[in-house]
């Protein structure tokens, strides 16, 4: 080899640099490995990224207003809507003339739902004035200031015109601010009405139960693990099942039963009132609140929290705690500082499943949670079922993703995500 | 050595046994005594009962009947942690969570030792294998042999009296195996402690004990200095454990003057030591060592038994010479001679007659 070689690329024997031979010859089997994930590619992308991404921007999406009132909304531009007056009739005249189109096409409810989110009220004016001036001729029929005004007093409140102001943008922050208990207004970003202010209570209640969650399945879980990686294969294997057990059941049905056991007339009030322990007409309250969930979920999610532990727990050799004790250590001091560092990562694990499957469940809450046990899905599931306000909901579950993030790069910063494994 | 110490032996096994599972013993009625200072072997192949003695004395097992005593007290009921007795595992154990200043200042903590003694101990005992250097270190950071090292030097660093090794070099190449061989022995015979190490490895029990127990069937088949084992093997089995070891069958003929005749099942006679027989008529396993066969009649007594052997095979191995003969029948005779100047080097095919000293040749039991 020359000296000139350290600085030259290396040739490939065919004279090619030695980069493009490679990458020619390991061309073809990149291209199998791509053709072999393709349909899981696919899959993931039709099914999961694309859903996920449309929901997304769902919460930042306000195209309906603009769409719905094109010609009111650049009129509507030139109306200060904190002087306190009416827009004037070149407003109005449009107004009428987006409406009479949107009453055809039967789009004006949509739009008195989507802003009765901002304004109670919204969506019943809209629906009510949809009858009357689906009947105007919006080229000879004007002018229509006083004769909206007349069809419902709601179009004589600069109110009313304020909200279409406001909300008339292409792209809104309205959802986002609303699932944190504020709103948009013509003045600006403010608090929502304290009776209104639900959501970010919810929040926290969600992580707060997360963590207790998190912690009594860490507590009920790493004794249970620890038997398991103990026992001799065969009476381990007996006790795996019993653990895997409830993942063979449906998640409805353990639900239920906990309702079954834990309600005022149920199992567990029945045998302490009959063991004497509870009179009669101070029967336990353990359903249907915070506690009824918290009992509920430790059970359904230990099994995430016992599997990780009891993999880690595994691949400790007993020698450990032997080589402690020899040392002069005694079977706490062994366990304390000697086997319960080395189990951290699967309690790692273990934590982040549970706490990321709890902060977004949904089931078990709804059934056993009461209004007190309630989680922050339950809310989203509200938004999208009941109240049909996507944007929120989109809002509520962008923030939960974002939430669950930064626990877990905190929990990467603090613990460090070396430090989990599954096995 | 004095080895005569039954009044105050430091370590005493008196009548253990030991069954997992109530139906077999897995040791069978222990007894064995040892003096202060001294380094005794376990030596036997697997599940002969050398690891779970080891493991009684260490308190993580329990004996089924008898008693364990140290130092004249007995440790049946004692807890591990609570012995005092260094320990030297077989993947050496150190934890992986620590630094090796850690792992040392360990047992020095949970004595509750100050840290300015707890440092200067640590700093001692890692100058005393030569790692001193290597304090920050995590074990996964350090070679087999450093980590061997460091679990020696964290199974001394609180001074125990007694110290027990689990097979500690089975995880070592050859080379570095020999060293830590010869380091281990020396610093035992420096810091005056007495060590009980296992091993199925019997170059290792020979070349580092002052005894070697040796183990089959969960009892002690012999417990005797390193030469007097492979020199006067008292059963067959340890004739074959230890040592290469040629053996032939026979009966005996006739004992007299130390000296029994045995014939072999060939037909042959030979001179041999009686050592397991006692009367002529008893079946017998007649043992001989490689390097004590001749086949340079000259150097033999004239009046000797000699044997016709067929040379199957001739094996060059530097320093000596293997040569696997067919004698009496068994075709898995070996004999061993010096690479000299003036060595023969047998051919295969060539038919040559071999003999030996009547008190190299053993009649041990059938």
New interface residues.
């Given amino acids: 080899m020359t000296d000139s070689s350290a600085h030259q690329p290396m040739i490939a024997a065919d004279g090619l640099p030695l980069k493009k031979s490679l990458a020619r010859s390991l061309r073809r089997e990149k291209t199998r490995a791509l053709l072999l994930i393709a349909p899981l590619l696919v899959f993931v992308l039709l099914t999961f990224i694309f859903p996920i991404g449309s929901m997304l921007f769902r919460s930042v999406e306000n195209e309906i207003v603009s769409n719905i009132l094109p010609r009111t909304v650049v009129e509507l531009e030139n109306w200060d809507a904190t002087s306190g007056e009416l827009p004037d009739e070149a407003v109005f005249a449009a107004f009428v003339a987006d409406f009479v189109v949107a009453v055809e096409e039967k789009n004006h409810t949509r739009l008195g739902s989507r802003l009765n989110y901002e304004s109670s009220g919204m969506s019943s004016l809209f629906r009510k004035s949809g009858r009357k001036v689906a009947k105007w001729n919006p080229e000879t029929d004007g002018p229509f200031k006083e004769k909206l005004i007349k069809t419902d007093k709601g179009w004589g409140d600069p109110e009313t015109w304020a909200i279409i102001k406001t909300h008339s943008g292409k792209y809104t922050n309205g959802y986002f601010l609303n699932a944190v208990d504020m709103q948009r207004t013509q003045n600006g970003i403010e608090a929502q009405p304290e009776s209104k202010q639900i959501l970010i209570k919810l929040f926290l209640r969600t992580v707060k139960m997360s963590l207790i969650i998190t912690a009594s399945c860490i507590l009920l879980g790493y004794p249970v693990a620890w038997i398991l990686a103990n026992l001799p294969s065969r009476s381990a294997n007996l006790l795996m099942i019993l653990v895997l057990l409830p993942f063979w059941t449906s998640l409805l049905v353990r639900t239920s039963a906990w309702k079954v056991m834990l309600q005022n007339q149920g199992v567990i009030n029945d045998t302490l009132v009959w063991l004497g322990l509870v009179s009669n007409d101070a029967r336990l309250e353990i359903i249907n609140n915070q506690f009824g969930t918290i009992v509920a979920m430790t059970h359904i999610l230990l099994p995430f929290m016992i599997l990780p532990m009891y993999s880690v727990m595994q691949t400790i050799?007993p020698?450990?705690l032997?080589?402690?004790?020899?040392?002069?250590?005694?079977?706490w001091?062994?366990f304390w500082?000697?086997y319960f560092?080395?189990s951290i990562p699967g309690i790692g694990a273990g934590s982040i499943l549970v706490f990321i499957l709890a902060i977004g469940y949904y089931i078990t809450p709804e059934i056993v949670g009461g209004t007190e046990g309630v989680f922050i899905s339950n809310r989203i599931a509200y938004h999208i079922s009941s109240s049909l306000n996507w944007g929120l909901a989109a809002a509520l579950g962008a923030i939960l993703l974002v939430v669950v993030l930064v626990l877990y790069w905190a929990y990467d910063k603090i613990v460090g995500i070396d430090n989990v494994k599954l096995g | 050595m004095a080895l005569d110490t039954s009044t105050d032996a430091f370590v005493k096994f008196d009548r253990v046994q030991k069954s997992y599972d109530g139906e077999t013993l897995v040791v069978k009625d222990l007894n064995l005594e040892m003096p202060k200072g001294e380094f005794l072997t376990m030596l036997g192949p697997s599940g002969s009962g050398k690891t779970t003695c080891l493991m009684m004395l260490?308190?993580?097992e329990t004996a089924t009947h008898g008693d364990i005593l140290l130092d004249g007290i007995s440790i049946n009921n004692i807890?591990?942690?609570?012995r005092?007795?260094?320990?030297v595992?077989?993947?050496y154990?150190l934890?992986?969570?620590m630094t090796i200043a850690e792992n040392l200042a360990?047992?020095l903590e949970?004595?509750k030792i100050g840290k300015s003694e707890r440092e200067a101990k640590v700093k001692r005992a890692l100058d005393m294998v030569e790692m001193g250097a290597f304090g920050g270190r995590r074990p996964a950071q350090l070679s087999g042999g450093q980590q061997q090292r460091i679990a020696l030097a964290?199974?001394l660093v609180?001074e125990p009296e007694l110290v027990?090794m689990d097979e500690p070099l089975g995880a070592l190449d050859k080379q570095l195996r020999e060293k830590m061989q010869f380091e281990i022995t020396n610093l035992a015979h420096n810091l005056g402690i007495t060590v009980v190490y296992v091993t199925h490895d019997q170059t290792e029990a020979l070349t580092m004990s002052d005894r070697v127990a040796v183990f089959n069937d969960g009892r002690i088949q012999q417990l005797a200095a390193p030469d007097v084992l492979y020199e006067e093997p008292e059963n067959s089995f340890v004739a074959q454990f230890i040592g290469e070891n040629n053996t032939l069958e026979g009966v005996v003929r006739e004992i007299q003057n130390g000296r029994a005749l045995v014939q072999l099942d060939s037909g042959d006679l030979i001179d041999c030591k009686p050592v397991n027989v006692s009367a002529p008529g008893q079946r017998t396993r007649v043992s001989i060592r490689p390097e004590r066969v001749e086949f340079h009649k000259e150097r033999l007594s004239p009046d000797a038994h000699l044997l016709k052997a067929e040379v199957m095979e001739f094996i060059y191995m530097g320093d000596i010479f293997r040569t696997r003969l067919k004698v009496a029948g068994n075709d898995e005779f070996i004999i061993k001679s010096r690479n000299a100047p003036d060595q023969v080097r047998l051919q295969p095919g060539e038919t040559i007659e071999i003999g030996w000293l009547a008190e190299d040749c053993r009649a041990l039991d059938a």
């Fill in positions: 050799p020698t450990y032997r080589a402690a004790k020899s040392l002069g250590a005694t079977n001091i062994a500082r000697v560092p080395q | 260490a308190g993580f807890p591990p942690h609570k005092g007795i260094g320990m595992f077989q993947n154990a934890f992986p969570h360990f047992p949970v004595r964290r199974a609180f027990l």
